[in-house]
Every structure is written in C-alpha cells, then in structure tokens.
C-alpha cells in the first residue's frame, strides 16, 4: 500500500455456540515408545524378583496341551495295568446284594464255575476267593460280606477296587438296599457295576416291560451306568472282562495312605504276658508304599505300632512256577515259613510313638500358696478398708448409719398360688366336659365286633413308654427354639447376675473381639494344636509322595503288630473283612476337630446338639458327643440348640487328628442297637481356636411409652440385675435400638431410651453371648449294629362287623 502503511486485521472472537472438544489424555494413555523412553532401560523390583512367564505361540500352546494330554492318559493306562496283573495287586472285588429276593452265593458260584480260570480258596467259609483268568491275564480276588451290617459294608467299600452291587429284576433294591446305597455315596463309591439275576426266570413276554421298569428305577441315582445280566456262565464272564476294563475311581482319603485287606490273621501271645501279643496280618499292600515306622489303624480295633514286615510267597500267582519240593520238608506251612523273608524291621529312633494326649502338668503356672499369716493379714487390709455405701436421711451420724439395714425391697407375692387355682379350675371344668362328652358317646356310639390281632398285642408290647416321653420331650423343645431361637425365660428364685454370670454383652457378634486363648477348659491342656493346618496338611501330602521306603504296592506282605490285646482276636467275626489303613504323622493325636455337616434326608428325628453319636470318618469310626454350630465366614460362630431337617451346620467334637479330604457319616443308635444315617459330610479342619458362641435372649414387654423413653418389665425381677446389666445395647423385634437409662423400683421395672418410638405390641430383647466347648466323650469302641432283619412287608386286614 503507498506510504508504506500497515493495516491492522481484527481477531475472532468465538460465539456462544462454539464447539468446545474434549482434551487428549496425554497421561493416561501412552505409547510404548513413550514408556521406554521414559523408563530408560529401568525395570521395577517386583518385575526383577519374580519368574517373567514366557509367552509361547499358537504352535507351542498346541503341543504343550497335546503333551499333558498323552501324559494322562498313559498315567490311567499305567494304573489300568498295574491292577491285577503280576506288579501289582489282585484287582479286588467286593459283593453286595441290595434286595432281599436276590442271593449273593448264586453269584459268587456263577463266577467260580468258569472253567478257562483257576480257583483259590482265600478263607475256611468260601465268602472269599481268588480267581486268575489267563485270558485277560488278570487275577481277581472276590469278597462278599452280610449286606445287614453296615459296618461291614463300609469297611468293605473303604478297600475295595470295584463294588459288584446285586439288584432284584422287579424292584431294582429294597428300603435297607437304599439305606446301603445313601451310605456309600456319602463315604464314597469306588467303581463299581450293577448285576441283575433272575431275567430270564421270568415269562418272555414281561421281560421287555420288566427292563423298562428297572430302568426307571435305576435312572434316579444313576445315569451312565449299564445293568448287566447275571443269569449264566457267559454272562459272569462278560461282567468280569468289563471289570477288568472298566476305569478305576479314586477314594480321596485313601489316595494318601497304604491299606491292605487281610487274608490271613494270626495271634501269638507274649511270653511273659498272656494279655498282648503280636498280631500278624497277611495280604496285599495298596495305595501307597507301607513303611514299618508309621502307626497302623485296624479298623474298628484302634491304633498299634507295626514291630517288622516280612515277604511272604503270592498265594496265587499270575505265572505259578512249578518248584521241587525240598528234602525234609513235608509240611506246606513249615515251607512258606521257609520262604518268608524279612523286609523291614521298627527302628526305635524313627518309630512314632502312640502318645496321643498331652499329660498336663497341674503344677504349671502355680504360684507359692502364701502362709496363714499372709492370709490373715490380707483379711485384715479388706475389713479395714470395706465401705458401705447406704442410702440414708439427711443428718444422719456414722454411729446411726450403721445400725440401719439394707432394704432389700418387699417381695411382690408369687403367683403360684393363683396359677395352682387356676389349674384346679381348668382341671374341674375339664372333667365335667369329659363326663358329658363320654354320656353323648355312648348314646351315639355303635356296637362293633373286631376280631383279635395278635399283631397289634406284641407292637403294644415292643414300645418303650419313656423312649417315646423323650422323644416327645424333643420335639417340643426343637419347635419352641424354632419359633423363639434363643429365647430364654429369666429365673424368679434365682438373680440373673448369678444364672447369666458366665455370659457377656457384644456390640456386634461379626466385629467385636474375643480372645481365642480365654478361660480355656482344662481339656484343651490334653490336645494338639497346629499352628498352619494347611501348612502341615499340605507339607505331609508332599512328603508321603516323594516317600520310597518301605514295601511297594502289589507285594504280598505279613505285618507283625505288636501289643494287642487278647480281646481284639477275640472279638474278630470272620464275616467281617479286617482292613489296616497306615497314619500319617500326628493322626493319632487328640485335638478339636470340626466336620462339616449336612442333613440326610430321610431321617426327620429331632437331633438335639452334646447328643453322642456314631461317626464314620475317613477310615475311623468312634462314638463322640457333638457339638453344632453355623457355618460362616466369620471369627465367631453361634452355637446351634438342635440339628434341624435340611440344614447345613459344623459339628465339633474331641476327636483324632484327620487330615482333609475325607469322609464323615454320622449315625444315631437306636434303643435295640440299630444305626440310623444322620447326617453326611466331610472333614473341615483341626482348629481348637474355632470360637463358638452360645447366645440367649432375654426378653421385656413395654409398660409405659412416652416418645422415645419407654418403662419396660418383666426382663428382670429385681433393681441389682438391672443395674448389673445397664451397660449392654438392647435392641427389639422391629428395629429399634436401646440402652437402660435407670432401674425403676424394686421389682426389676426399668426406664429404657431407644432410637425411636416403640409399639405396644413390640418386644425388647437383651443378647448375651458366652463361648461353649465340646464335652470329652470320645469312645473309639463302637459295638457293631443289629443285623437288618429283611422280611416281606404283610398288612392285616380287619374285617369289622357292625350290630
């Protein structure tokens, strides 16, 4: 422009519907150059000090899992093929039959007549054989036990590789069949097949419909599985090929342990005391190596320390060798004590000891019991400086003071005398009721004429009269703590301060503190405690996996246990299998331990809690009292008066360690000595420190309501009680929340402040809590049960006969 002039433009100014972006977030979002950059080269320490995990590709993913893969199934083929053959032990077979119409001999004579096999007889009464079938080149070892005692049943299952379960054609099992089965599933089915006889005894044309009814039966508990017919040689050839194939399930509690079933028992008595002497016992390891230095569970018979284990000769070999029988040697049994051969021997420093309580001292923590001087001076210092604070008028002297006394208060008068008077009234009335309804009865009842039964005769006379006043008694109790849990009645003769001294006010039961260690029962002084019971559990797991010494599983072996007593041989019933099961370290030892607990279903008996009963857990069984509490998440855990139907509680008892998982049955006996199913579960863990808190509640009616401040009765009876438990929170059914301001009178009235403003019909309640322990019952001699006694169910009919 001429002159050299400089124009100057406007700037823009921006409207008021300016779009206004949002701004990048450089912090939060960089890139990984920008890191690096950043970082320079610096790594974190937690990077540093942990593995960095290696990330592979696609093609190394697929060839690592097709690895784990090939790796477990040659793991399941190994164990397939060490079962029955010649490395391994007799794949052992245990016969239960499930209906009383069905016969377990039949089946046991079936499988014995194949021809192609070679029979060993194990023991004198033929329930026990051993079968070597050289067409799968497997041997097998067959048992059957009396399907009326549970405990035998059980035991069997515990050791068994296979469950061959006998059904009946028409109604698969009976009532105690089902019992049987609940019971199995609950300790744990090992694998197992289902055999059914008599199909073909039956007409062709109700075959077909006699399956599909049995198949119905059978779908309810089963799915997968397949019935197989039992009727001829071929079908028992048939059922043994699929056991021999079929895959194994494993038994979690006995994965971890050496067992053996016994074949061969004998007893010789010590020389110098005819009361104990050495147990052998002859049969196959399984499960893990057995090691002489662990202690050994006889089932049902306690715990023993094993002395040696000796090899002795298979007595039935896969491939027999045929041997020349030696010079001078006439007797069979003196030459398989010529071939038995020491393997172990107990050495003393290594052997664990059967101690399983703790011998307290009662002279631990004492203190020096001070003299009768000391005693009489310490009384002295308290009389001299005891003070009495009284209630007395204005102006009164020291020397009036203490002439006046405590006014303790006119007793209200007991209403016993009108409740007495009341009774008699209802008590008259009732009877003349009873008179007039008994006059119009007659009038119109008829004349019938019903014939004997001599049936209903010796029911009447089976009945225990005070069983039944008990278990009424029971019932009673569980319904009233079902609809006031925890409600409690404050005693008139006796003062709450002294009834309820041994419990305590919480301001919350989830966060308030409670010292595990506190006021512990002399009890605890007797037990083990871990300080990790995972920790440990885990740790010993380990070990006994990477453990290599002692005899190997397969071998035939004669555990010499040493220290029995006479009664255990006496005792023994050949119809009853005898199984060892070996410790693991701290198993014998006595501590608190807790079972997780679930109501079985068929039983609806109330199950009042400190009421013993019959435990199976793992491979124990003992007669304990428990003690039920709730299953939470929590550091304190309220206490439960009654096992109710369908729940699922923690039962604590003194009781053996057992480390989880295993198995726990709990079963109540009945007055003639038959076992009832309670409840099922499993082991939770070893814990004395596990608090269980008991709460009562006391309950007050509101008398006089002004606003917030309202006069409540009838939670105390007298004016010390309410001042003793001024300082605890009271709460009421609705919601409102309190606290005791003053007592009111002699008579237990107290004013009371809530939150709110209470209803007439509102309850106040009062929570006390005080921390229970389990009683020292425990008995590990549990008798065995009453026979099932299987009949035909019959129904009389009575034929009535009216005038």
Same mark, same amino acid.
């Given at each position: 422009?001429?002159?050299?002039?400089?124009?100057?433009?406007?700037?823009?100014?921006?409207?008021?519907?300016?779009?206004?972006?949002?701004?990048?977030?450089?912090?939060?979002?960089?890139?990984?150059?920008?890191?690096?950059?950043?970082?320079?080269?610096?790594?974190?320490?937690?990077?540093?000090?942990?593995?960095?995990?290696?990330?592979?590709?696609?093609?190394?993913?697929?060839?690592?899992?097709?690895?784990?893969?090939?790796?477990?199934?040659?793991?399941?083929?190994?164990?397939?093929?060490?079962?029955?053959?010649?490395?391994?032990?007799?794949?052992?077979?245990?016969?239960?039959?499930?209906?009383?119409?069905?016969?377990?001999?039949?089946?046991?004579?079936?499988?014995?007549?194949?021809?192609?096999?070679?029979?060993?007889?194990?023991?004198?009464?033929?329930?026990?054989?051993?079968?070597?079938?050289?067409?799968?080149?497997?041997?097998?070892?067959?048992?059957?036990?009396?399907?009326?005692?549970?405990?035998?049943?059980?035991?069997?299952?515990?050791?068994?590789?296979?469950?061959?379960?006998?059904?009946?054609?028409?109604?698969?099992?009976?009532?105690?069949?089902?019992?049987?089965?609940?019971?199995?599933?609950?300790?744990?089915?090992?694998?197992?097949?289902?055999?059914?006889?008599?199909?073909?005894?039956?007409?062709?044309?109700?075959?077909?419909?006699?399956?599909?009814?049995?198949?119905?039966?059978?779908?309810?508990?089963?799915?997968?599985?397949?019935?197989?017919?039992?009727?001829?040689?071929?079908?028992?050839?048939?059922?043994?090929?699929?056991?021999?194939?079929?895959?194994?399930?494993?038994?979690?509690?006995?994965?971890?342990?050496?067992?053996?079933?016994?074949?061969?028992?004998?007893?010789?008595?010590?020389?110098?005391?005819?009361?104990?002497?050495?147990?052998?016992?002859?049969?196959?390891?399984?499960?893990?190596?057995?090691?002489?230095?662990?202690?050994?569970?006889?089932?049902?018979?306690?715990?023993?320390?094993?002395?040696?284990?000796?090899?002795?000769?298979?007595?039935?070999?896969?491939?027999?060798?045929?041997?020349?029988?030696?010079?001078?040697?006439?007797?069979?049994?003196?030459?398989?004590?010529?071939?038995?051969?020491?393997?172990?021997?107990?050495?003393?420093?290594?052997?664990?000891?059967?101690?399983?309580?703790?011998?307290?001292?009662?002279?631990?923590?004492?203190?020096?019991?001070?003299?009768?001087?000391?005693?009489?001076?310490?009384?002295?210092?308290?009389?001299?400086?005891?003070?009495?604070?009284?209630?007395?008028?204005?102006?009164?002297?020291?020397?009036?003071?203490?002439?006046?006394?405590?006014?303790?208060?006119?007793?209200?008068?007991?209403?016993?005398?009108?409740?007495?008077?009341?009774?008699?009234?209802?008590?008259?009335?009732?009877?003349?009721?009873?008179?007039?309804?008994?006059?119009?009865?007659?009038?119109?009842?008829?004349?019938?004429?019903?014939?004997?039964?001599?049936?209903?005769?010796?029911?009447?006379?089976?009945?225990?009269?005070?069983?039944?006043?008990?278990?009424?008694?029971?019932?009673?109790?569980?319904?009233?703590?079902?609809?006031?849990?925890?409600?409690?009645?404050?005693?008139?003769?006796?003062?709450?301060?002294?009834?309820?001294?041994?419990?305590?006010?919480?301001?919350?039961?989830?966060?308030?503190?409670?010292?595990?260690?506190?006021?512990?029962?002399?009890?605890?002084?007797?037990?083990?405690?871990?300080?990790?019971?995972?920790?440990?559990?885990?740790?010993?797991?380990?070990?006994?996996?990477?453990?290599?010494?002692?005899?190997?599983?397969?071998?035939?072996?004669?555990?010499?246990?040493?220290?029995?007593?006479?009664?255990?041989?006496?005792?023994?019933?050949?119809?009853?299998?005898?199984?060892?099961?070996?410790?693991?370290?701290?198993?014998?030892?006595?501590?608190?331990?807790?079972?997780?607990?679930?109501?079985?279903?068929?039983?609806?008996?109330?199950?009042?809690? #400190? $009421?013993?009963?019959?435990? !199976?857990?793992?491979?124990?069984?003992?007669?304990?009292?428990? *003690?039920? &509490? %709730?299953? /939470?998440?929590?550091?304190?855990?309220?206490?439960?008066?009654?096992?109710?139907?369908?729940?699922?509680?923690?039962?604590?008892?003194?009781?053996?360690?057992?480390?989880?998982?295993?198995?726990?049955?709990?079963?109540?006996?009945?007055?003639?000595?038959?076992?009832?199913?309670?409840?099922?579960?499993?082991?939770?863990?070893?814990?004395?420190?596990?608090?269980?808190?008991?709460?009562?509640?006391?309950?007050?009616?509101?008398?006089?309501?002004?606003?917030?401040?309202?006069?409540?009765?009838?939670?105390?009876?007298?004016?010390?009680?309410?001042?003793?438990?001024?300082?605890?929170?009271?709460?009421?059914?609705?919601?409102?929340?309190?606290?005791? #301001? $003053?007592?009111?009178?002699? !008579?237990?009235?107290?004013?009371?402040?809530?939150?709110?403003? *209470?209803? &007439? %019909?509102? /309850?106040?309640?009062?929570?006390?809590?005080?921390?229970?322990?389990?009683?020292?019952?425990?008995?590990?001699?549990?008798?065995?049960?009453?026979?099932?006694?299987?009949?035909?169910?019959?129904?009389?009919?009575?034929?009535?006969?009216?005038?």
């Amino acid at each position: 422009m001429a002159g050299g002039g400089c124009v100057q433009q406007e700037r823009h100014r921006p409207g008021a519907f300016k779009q206004s972006n949002k701004a990048h977030k450089a912090g939060r979002h960089r890139t990984k150059g920008s890191l690096e950059r950043e970082q320079r080269g610096r790594v974190s320490v937690k990077v540093s000090t942990k593995k960095l995990k290696k990330q592979l590709r696609r093609h190394d993913r697929r060839h690592h899992a097709t690895q784990i893969r090939q790796q477990r199934r040659e793991a399941v083929l190994a164990e397939k093929r060490s079962l029955g053959t010649k490395e391994g032990p007799p794949h052992l077979v245990g016969v239960i039959v499930l209906h009383s119409g069905t016969s377990g001999a039949d089946v046991m004579r079936l499988i014995r007549s194949d021809e192609t096999s070679s029979v060993y007889d194990l023991n004198r009464s033929g329930e026990q054989f051993g079968l070597i079938c050289p067409r799968f080149k497997q041997r097998f070892s067959f048992i059957r036990v009396n399907s009326g005692d549970i405990h035998a049943v059980l035991d069997l299952a515990k050791v068994v590789d296979t469950l061959m379960l006998v059904l009946d054609p028409h109604e698969g099992w009976d009532s105690y069949g089902d019992f049987c089965l609940s019971c199995l599933f609950a300790q744990g089915l090992p694998s197992h097949v289902f055999v059914v006889q008599g199909i073909n005894d039956l007409p062709v044309k109700k075959r077909t419909d006699a399956k599909r009814s049995l198949t119905k039966i059978f779908e309810r508990r089963f799915l997968d599985a397949k019935l197989f017919h039992m009727d001829t040689e071929q079908d028992a050839a048939l059922i043994v090929r699929h056991i021999a194939m079929q895959k194994q399930r494993h038994l979690a509690f006995r994965d971890h342990r050496s067992y053996l079933l016994a074949q061969q028992v004998t007893f010789e008595a010590d020389a110098g005391n005819g009361l104990v002497g050495t147990l052998k016992v002859s049969g196959y390891i399984r499960g893990q190596p057995l090691n002489v230095n662990r202690l050994v569970h006889i089932v049902g018979h306690g715990d023993f320390q094993m002395q040696q284990i000796d090899g002795s000769p298979d007595p039935m070999p896969l491939n027999p060798k045929t041997t020349k029988k030696r010079e001078g040697l006439t007797d069979p049994c003196a030459e398989m004590e010529e071939d038995l051969k020491v393997l172990m021997k107990a050495d003393s420093r290594k052997q664990e000891s059967l101690e399983s309580e703790v011998v307290p001292d009662p002279m631990e923590g004492e203190q020096t019991w001070p003299t009768d001087e000391e005693l009489q001076e310490a009384e002295d210092t308290l009389n001299s400086s005891r003070k009495i604070v009284r209630k007395v008028p204005k102006g009164t002297s020291d020397y009036q003071a203490t002439w006046i006394l405590d006014d303790e208060g006119d007793e209200e008068e007991s209403d016993e005398d009108m409740e007495k008077d009341e009774i008699m009234g209802e008590t008259v009335s009732q009877a003349s009721g009873e008179s007039d309804c008994e006059e119009e009865a007659d009038e119109e009842c008829e004349t019938m004429t019903v014939p004997e039964s001599i049936r209903d005769d010796n029911y009447d006379e089976k009945v225990d009269e005070e069983e039944e006043m008990m278990m009424l008694e029971k019932c009673k109790q569980e319904r009233m703590d079902e609809m006031f849990p925890d409600e409690v009645d404050t005693p008139k003769d006796v003062a709450a301060r002294v009834r309820f001294q041994k419990y305590r006010g919480l301001k919350s039961f989830r966060t308030s503190p409670w010292d595990p260690k506190e006021n512990l029962p002399r009890d605890y002084a007797r037990i083990f405690q871990f300080q990790n019971y995972t920790r440990t559990k885990r740790r010993i797991y380990r070990e006994t996996e990477e453990e290599v010494e002692g005899a190997m599983p397969g071998w035939y072996v004669t555990v010499h246990i040493g220290s029995v007593p006479v009664s255990l041989m006496d005792s023994l019933d050949p119809e009853v299998p005898l199984a060892l099961f070996t410790l693991l370290p701290h198993e014998h030892k006595m501590s608190v331990m807790h079972f997780l607990l679930r109501r079985h279903a068929n039983n609806t008996e109330p199950i009042k809690s #400190k $009421e013993e009963m019959v435990f !199976h857990c793992g491979c124990r069984r003992f007669r304990a009292p428990p *003690l039920y &509490s %709730q299953h /939470t998440s929590a550091n304190k855990f309220k206490y439960e008066r009654f096992f109710r139907c369908n729940s699922t509680l923690v039962g604590t008892v003194y009781g053996p360690i057992t480390f989880s998982p295993a198995s726990v049955l709990m079963f109540k006996q009945r007055v003639n000595g038959m076992h009832d199913l309670v409840a099922t579960g499993s082991v939770l863990k070893a814990d004395p420190d596990r608090i269980i808190v008991k709460r009562i509640i006391l309950s007050g009616h509101p008398f006089k309501i002004l606003n917030k401040t309202s006069v409540v009765r009838y939670m105390f009876f007298n004016r010390e009680d309410v001042l003793w438990f001024k300082p605890v929170e009271l709460r009421t059914k609705w919601g409102r929340k309190g606290h005791i #301001k $003053e007592p009111l009178g002699t !008579h237990g009235h107290m004013k009371c402040l809530f939150d709110g403003q *209470l209803k &007439s %019909q509102d /309850t106040v309640l009062m929570s006390l809590y005080k921390r229970v322990f389990p009683k020292w019952a425990y008995d590990p001699y549990v008798p065995s049960p009453i026979p099932w006694e299987r009949t035909e169910s019959t129904v009389n009919v009575l034929e009535v006969e009216m005038d």
